[in-house]
């Protein structure tokens, strides 16, 4: 082969709608091998699906039965959306291992040395993500309305409801899949990610009014993203929502705080999950 | 700009990973539909030298091309000239057999039906027809390698890089595994491959690098190689040291008869022929030296290393019509 036949077998600089679609398509590769992974591997999805129904049922159930909520609102009501907002803050821990394992095996290398796009395999990795995250809600509404739950609004504002839910999760799936590259093993990359994200779950509006709480631990929990969601999920289906209530501009305005929160996690850990990757990588 | 016929290139390629310099002014070249076995020991930086030409490493300094792409600022270019089969398994264990090769054709941008069409034909040209629907983790090491390789050829690659391809393989899939790369030269495939086999190299390769410590100490043909180590080691162990031993055993040597420090154990690399020890045998008896034991071994790499490093780098020329 001479270096002129190289040369024009090179030229055809494909569009920018034809590197788009070619970009599409190698995240959708790389989406369903995560798919199949779990369908190998079924327990992979316990945290979106048996944890979530497990959590709704003692939730409701056991700290249910002694919660008195202001106004007398039924427990059930306001804890779904919270347990919605747990659930999927806690299973962005899966980002972190499945990034964290796929980075310590010798597929990488075969799929670094492919004419692919790189970032396909972080971005098909968080699709896979939020696909399990649909489930999760899917799980969590269906024991919700079982045991109680009923969203006083129109299906759009439900269905809005589960939307900032989700993208907050895809936000946190990005933070989860930054940590899971800087550390070196997938059990490193789980006890850093829960240290983080238990906090985060608990310190917040999710399974109590803030109101009750110390000051100073009331001022983090109305300005946690997660009390945010909750509020946001709680406003969209029509459930009591005691921290409307409240003066803090993130209760006053959940929806808007939700997805700001959302944007900003998305706006930081995108490009740096970016660099963290080529760092990885790169020797 | 590169010769044309050349597939593959690198001048004074160095790394360094900590103390440790994996590669030092390392030279390569590979001519167009040729194979290049690159020899050394564990840890000598063959991998090294193959992670930077595959893309998969930038060098400290000196460059590379490979195909006619530089491999740091055309990677993306290279990468669609290249097939490359690690040492480790680059394959996904929880997918089927079929669904890796799939995965490769996809991600190589071969189109729906051309991946369908490939994954089939390599499925069935390496007889793994049968396993193709089942996962990878249950496969053989040698259907592993065979499945790697198949991988590696998706997207019909000119240059392919094949790091120990044989390492860890039975002797027959290693022949099977022979077979299929001659194959692939026939076709007009450039081959690079890392060994720590001698004869694999010499079976395969029709140019040889040894790599030792990062650094290129020989090069030649597999022929000039063997002239420069003898195709054979005479080894003798004496009952006493014995001053005419070493003059008696350079009738058979093509290089220098070392002595071990207690003047017991002589050895050299000797002419491949017929009766070596019997012929020995006779003329350390002749010369009066009391022999205890006498081997001839094919040399092993250590072998092949203990006469470059210690006698001489540069192949010679005069021993030439030693049998290849």
Same mark, same amino acid.
């Given at each position: 082969?001479?270096?002129?036949?190289?040369?024009?077998?090179?030229?055809?600089?494909?569009?920018?709608?034809?590197?788009?679609?070619?970009?599409?398509?190698?995240?959708?590769?790389?989406?369903?091998?995560?798919?199949?992974?779990?369908?190998?591997?079924?327990?992979?999805?316990?945290?979106?699906?048996?944890?979530?129904?497990?959590?709704?049922?003692?939730?409701?159930?056991?700290?249910?039965?002694?919660?008195?909520?202001?106004?007398?609102?039924?427990?059930?009501?306001?804890?779904?959306?919270?347990?919605?907002?747990?659930?999927?803050?806690?299973?962005?821990?899966?980002?972190?291992?499945?990034?964290?394992?796929?980075?310590?095996?010798?597929?990488?290398?075969?799929?670094?040395?492919?004419?692919?796009?790189?970032?396909?395999?972080?971005?098909?990795?968080?699709?896979?993500?939020?696909?399990?995250?649909?489930?999760?809600?899917?799980?969590?509404?269906?024991?919700?309305?079982?045991?109680?739950?009923?969203?006083?609004?129109?299906?759009?504002?439900?269905?809005?409801?589960?939307?900032?839910?989700?993208?907050?999760?895809?936000?946190?799936?990005?933070?989860?899949?930054?940590?899971?590259?800087?550390?070196?093993?997938?059990?490193?990359?789980?006890?850093?990610?829960?240290?983080?994200?238990?906090?985060?779950?608990?310190?917040?509006?999710?399974?109590?009014?803030?109101?009750?709480?110390?000051?100073?631990?009331?001022?983090?929990?109305?300005?946690?993203?997660?009390?945010?969601?909750?509020?946001?999920?709680?406003?969209?289906?029509?459930?009591?929502?005691?921290?409307?209530?409240?003066?803090?501009?993130?209760?006053?305005?959940?929806?808007?705080?939700?997805?700001?929160?959302?944007?900003?996690?998305?706006?930081?850990?995108?490009?740096?999950?970016?660099?963290?990757?080529?760092?990885?990588?790169?020797? | 700009?590169?010769?044309?016929?050349?597939?593959?290139?690198?001048?004074?390629?160095?790394?360094?990973?900590?103390?440790?310099?994996?590669?030092?002014?390392?030279?390569?070249?590979?001519?167009?539909?040729?194979?290049?076995?690159?020899?050394?020991?564990?840890?000598?930086?063959?991998?090294?030298?193959?992670?930077?030409?595959?893309?998969?490493?930038?060098?400290?300094?000196?460059?590379?091309?490979?195909?006619?792409?530089?491999?740091?600022?055309?990677?993306?270019?290279?990468?669609?000239?290249?097939?490359?089969?690690?040492?480790?398994?680059?394959?996904?264990?929880?997918?089927?057999?079929?669904?890796?090769?799939?995965?490769?054709?996809?991600?190589?941008?071969?189109?729906?039906?051309?991946?369908?069409?490939?994954?089939?034909?390599?499925?069935?040209?390496?007889?793994?027809?049968?396993?193709?629907? @089942?996962?990878?983790? /249950?496969?053989?090491?040698?259907?592993? =390698?065979? #499945? $790697?390789? !198949?991988?590696? +050829? &998706?997207?019909?690659?000119?240059?392919?890089?094949?790091?120990?391809?044989?390492?860890?393989?039975?002797?027959?899939?290693?022949?099977?595994?022979?077979?299929?790369?001659?194959?692939?030269?026939?076709?007009?495939?450039?081959?690079?491959?890392?060994?720590?086999?001698?004869?694999?190299?010499?079976?395969?390769?029709?140019?040889?690098?040894?790599?030792?410590?990062?650094?290129?100490?020989?090069?030649?043909?597999?022929?000039?190689?063997?002239?420069?180590?003898?195709?054979?080691?005479?080894?003798?162990?004496?009952?006493?040291?014995?001053?005419?031993?070493?003059?008696?055993?350079?009738?058979?040597?093509?290089?220098?008869?070392?002595?071990?420090?207690?003047?017991?154990?002589?050895?050299?690399?000797? @002419?491949?022929?017929? /009766?070596?020890?019997?012929?020995?045998? =006779?003329? #350390? $008896?002749? !010369?009066?030296? +009391? &022999?205890?034991?006498?081997?001839?071994?094919?040399?092993?790499?250590?072998?092949?290393?203990?006469?470059?490093?210690?006698?001489?780098?540069?192949?010679?020329?005069?021993?030439?019509?030693?049998?290849?």
């Amino acid at each position: 082969m001479s270096a002129a036949t190289v040369v024009t077998l090179d030229l055809g600089a494909p569009t920018l709608g034809g590197r788009l679609r070619s970009w599409a398509e190698d995240v959708w590769v790389m989406t369903r091998r995560n798919l199949i992974h779990v369908r190998r591997d079924p327990m992979q999805l316990s945290d979106v699906t048996i944890q979530p129904v497990l959590f709704t049922l003692l939730f409701v159930y056991v700290f249910g039965a002694a919660m008195v909520l202001p106004g007398g609102a039924s427990y059930p009501q306001f804890a779904l959306a919270g347990l919605l907002v747990m659930n999927l803050t806690t299973s962005s821990v899966g980002t972190a291992i499945g990034l964290s394992m796929d980075l310590s095996t010798g597929v990488i290398s075969r799929l670094r040395t492919l004419p692919m796009s790189p970032t396909a395999i972080l971005v098909g990795r968080s699709i896979s993500d939020v696909l399990a995250a649909v489930l999760c809600s899917v799980f969590i509404a269906v024991t919700g309305l079982v045991v109680g739950w009923r969203p006083e609004t129109g299906p759009l504002s439900v269905f809005a409801g589960f939307a900032v839910a989700l993208l907050f999760s895809y936000a946190l799936s990005w933070l989860s899949a930054c940590v899971g590259m800087a550390v070196s093993s997938a059990e490193t990359a789980q006890g850093i990610v829960f240290i983080l994200v238990f906090p985060l779950a608990f310190v917040s509006n999710v399974f109590v009014p803030t109101q009750g709480m110390p000051a100073w631990l009331a001022t983090i929990a109305n300005w946690n993203p997660v009390s945010a969601v909750a509020s946001a999920c709680r406003t969209l289906w029509g459930n009591p929502n005691p921290s409307a209530s409240i003066q803090a501009w993130p209760m006053q305005h959940p929806v808007e705080a939700s997805i700001a929160w959302s944007l900003l996690i998305l706006l930081v850990c995108v490009p740096l999950a970016g660099r963290l990757y080529r760092r990885r990588t790169s020797d | 700009m590169k010769k044309s016929s050349t597939m593959v290139q690198a001048e004074a390629l160095s790394k360094r990973y900590g103390a440790t310099q994996a590669l030092d002014d390392v030279d390569l070249e590979v001519a167009e539909g040729s194979i290049l076995g690159v020899l050394g020991p564990n840890g000598a930086g063959k991998t090294t030298a193959l992670r930077i030409l595959t893309t998969l490493s930038t060098p400290d300094k000196g460059r590379a091309w490979v195909a006619g792409h530089d491999v740091v600022a055309e990677a993306a270019a290279v990468r669609r000239k290249i097939g490359v089969t690690g040492q480790d398994a680059t394959l996904d264990e929880l997918l089927t057999g079929r669904q890796n090769l799939t995965m490769v054709g996809r991600l190589s941008r071969l189109g729906r039906s051309e991946t369908r069409r490939r994954t089939n034909e390599l499925l069935e040209s390496f007889e793994l027809t049968d396993a193709a629907d @089942r996962m990878v983790k /249950g496969y053989s090491g040698g259907m592993r =390698r065979r #499945l $790697d390789l !198949a991988a590696s +050829l &998706v997207m019909r690659p000119s240059v392919l890089f094949l790091d120990e391809p044989t390492t860890g393989l039975d002797p027959t899939s290693r022949q099977r595994m022979w077979g299929v790369i001659r194959g692939l030269v026939a076709e007009g495939v450039t081959v690079l491959l890392t060994t720590q086999y001698l004869d694999e190299a010499d079976a395969l390769a029709d140019g040889i690098v040894v790599i030792d410590h990062g650094r290129v100490i020989a090069h030649g043909t597999p022929r000039e190689l063997k002239a420069a180590t003898g195709s054979q080691l005479l080894e003798v162990t004496l009952a006493e040291p014995h001053a005419g031993a070493a003059q008696a055993l350079a009738a058979f040597s093509v290089g220098t008869v070392k002595t071990s420090e207690d003047g017991k154990r002589l050895w050299t690399p000797a @002419r491949n022929e017929a /009766g070596l020890a019997v012929a020995a045998l =006779r003329v #350390l $008896d002749e !010369a009066g030296a +009391l &022999v205890d034991d006498i081997t001839v071994h094919r040399p092993s790499l250590d072998d092949v290393f203990a006469v470059l490093t210690g006698a001489t780098t540069a192949p010679r020329a005069d021993v030439a019509e030693v049998p290849a």
